[in-house]
């Protein structure tokens, strides 16, 4: 089956660095990736979309200069925490789409990210 | 955003019982997809019904698709205390590109 990649799991990091997230689709190529935020026993929200060699699609009331997505090849997609302060703190997820599956997504594991 | 409403929020059930959850959705769908997520962990796909589909099964998992009412139920049989996780609906609109739109999930605890 087809397999995602999430790395770091767990990140602790101080207020004002930088935190990168990396998102890998092992056994298939996935031209369209995307990040999702969750909190505390809620849904997922997603944050962007991310387009293989072109600019993520942002969903609205997330700061693209905040969360900088690249997605410079068909495995590997970034999510880059910029300037992370405490309410930044979350559970950050990818998930990579399978060319032909019906929108059928395959997730990483997710990173829990803690802001002190 | 979040299209759909699941209920119950939360279901504790006994070993061996059967869970029923229920999603609903608001707006035309291509199809309707359900996921798992352990505690801490990503999403697992667990079934897909197509919009002219009206039930589907896999292995315990039976899945029902209601589009005149908009909503969905999973439903599990002889539930085992692996069972345990959270359950979220997620549906694939029409004219939304490749997006799935989740719905708030429902937490299900199988007592051993």
């Known amino acids: 089956g087809a397999v995602v990649s999430q790395h770091p799991s767990w990140v602790i990091c101080k207020s004002g660095t930088s935190v990168k997230i990396e998102c890998r689709s092992l056994?298939?190529?996935?031209?369209?990736m995307f990040w999702y935020r969750q909190f505390p026993k809620q849904s997922l929200m997603l944050m962007a979309t991310s387009n293989e060699g072109s600019k993520a699609t942002y969903e609205q009331g997330v700061e693209k200069d905040k969360f900088l997505i690249n997605h410079a090849s068909l495995t590997l997609s970034t999510l880059t925490v910029t300037s992370a302060h405490p309410e930044d703190s979350s559970f950050y997820i990818c998930?990579?789409?399978?060319?032909?599956?019906?929108?059928?997504?395959?997730f990483g594991a997710g990173t829990r990210l803690s802001v002190l | 955003s979040q299209q759909g409403e699941e209920d119950p929020q939360a279901l504790s059930i006994q070993e061996g019982e059967n869970a029923t959850m229920n999603c609903s959705y608001k707006t035309s769908i291509n199809n309707l997809q359900w996921y798992r997520q352990n505690s801490g962990r990503g999403l697992v796909h667990l079934i897909l019904?197509?919009?002219?589909?009206r039930e589907k099964h896999s292995g315990r998992l039976r899945v029902t698709l209601d589009t005149s009412k908009k909503s969905s139920s999973l439903l599990i049989t002889a539930s085992r205390a692996a069972d345990t996780a959270s359950y979220f609906c997620?549906?694939?609109?029409?004219?939304?590109?490749?997006?799935?739109?989740f719905g708030g999930g429902t937490r299900l605890m199988v007592k051993p």
């Open positions: 056994d298939f190529q996935a031209t369209t």
């Open positions: 998930s990579a789409r399978d060319w032909g599956t019906e929108n059928i997504q395959y």
């Open positions: 019904i197509r919009s002219n589909e």
């Open positions: 997620a549906t694939v609109r029409n004219n939304a590109g490749n997006m799935l739109t």
